[in-house]
T-cell receptor, first 113, second 109 residues
């Protein structure tokens, strides 16, 4: 069964450092998403990406965040200057169509110290 | 924006039934249901598009009342493997998509 792959599975970084979280969506999917989940809390929408541009973003996705699809397979989330409150599980997801079911990656646990 | 789910938590014995409700203050285009086990990613269960759709998946089914902006997930004859947190996810007319507040379901022997 096709999978969404995320790397690394766990990243620890110092406050103020830049991090890049990587995702390889399912190859024939067209819509890509980043979500985050602070431990024990709800899953929060960050951004959706279609046709090489951001289609929607939430209020969480401020200037510290950016996304990129640098080649035909990777989809990255960059946090420029991490804060303690950025510590969370970050999930990448993809779907074949905008209103379709999402396939989630297994997540990257980001710990900011 | 975020859909509200009820109940927040439920504990069932194996074989019992449960209903999880999801309600939105905004107009809905579709409703998704996901289950998340502790420490794992959400797993897609089903999607319902507008128009009073109902769907089933094994002994888990769902309904979508577009007029009331509500959806319900029905778990019948629950199994231990049903334990987890269930999230509804709702989409409006654009690409906005928000997960609900979550319902923790625990099935005990």
């Amino acid at each position: 069964e096709p999978e969404v792959t995320q790397t690394p599975s766990h990243q620890v970084t110092q406050m103020g450092q830049e991090v890049i979280l990587r995702c390889v969506p399912i190859s024939n999917h067209l819509y890509f998403y980043w979500y985050r989940q602070i431990l024990g809390q709800k899953v929060e929408f960050l951004v959706s990406f279609y046709n090489n541009e951001i289609s929607e973003k939430s209020e969480i996705f401020d200037d510290q965040f950016s996304v990129e699809r640098p080649d035909g397979s990777n989809f990255t989330l960059k946090i420029r200057s991490t804060k303690l409150e950025d510590s969370a599980m970050y999930f990448c997801a993809s779907s074949i169509q905008g209103a379709g079911g999402y396939t989630f990656g297994s997540g990257t646990r980001l710990t900011v110290v | 924006q975020q859909p509200v789910q009820s109940p927040q938590a439920v504990i069932l014995r194996e074989g019992e039934d449960a209903v999880i409700n999801c309600s939105s203050s905004k107009a809905l285009y579709s409703v998704h249901w996901y289950r998340q086990k502790h420490g794992e990613a959400p797993v897609f269960l089903m999607i319902l598009l507008k128009g009073g759709e109902q769907k089933g998946h094994d002994k888990i089914s769902a309904s979508f009342n577009e007029k009331k902006q509500q959806s319900s997930l029905y778990l019948t004859a629950s199994q231990l493997s049903y334990s987890g947190t269930y999230f509804c996810g709702t989409a409006g007319t654009g690409n906005q998509f928000y997960f609900g507040t979550g319902t923790s379901l625990t099935v005990i022997p």
